[in-house]
């Protein structure tokens, strides 16, 4: 909810969402909050999500 609120006072302005992604539904729900993207550095790191998933996300949303 606060992010959503967050990108639409953005005016057009790109929002990257920080802080937080647990999970590759942690992305997708981001995504549908409109974020131009996410920083998921420690996600990453701590092996939570992994290439596999982050294929399958933007092949997910390719085709939406």
Do not use: N, T
């Not at 909810?1 to 937080?20: C, E, K, P």
């Amino acid at each position: 909810v606060r992010l959503r609120s967050i990108v639409a006072r953005a005016g057009g302005r790109r929002v990257i969402a920080a802080g937080g992604v647990r999970d590759i539904a942690d992305i997708d729900a981001i995504a549908d909050c409109g974020a131009a993207g996410a920083l998921v550095a420690s996600a990453l790191h701590e092996k939570r999500i992994g290439q596999k998933e982050i294929a399958a996300f933007r092949r997910r949303r390719r085709s939406l």
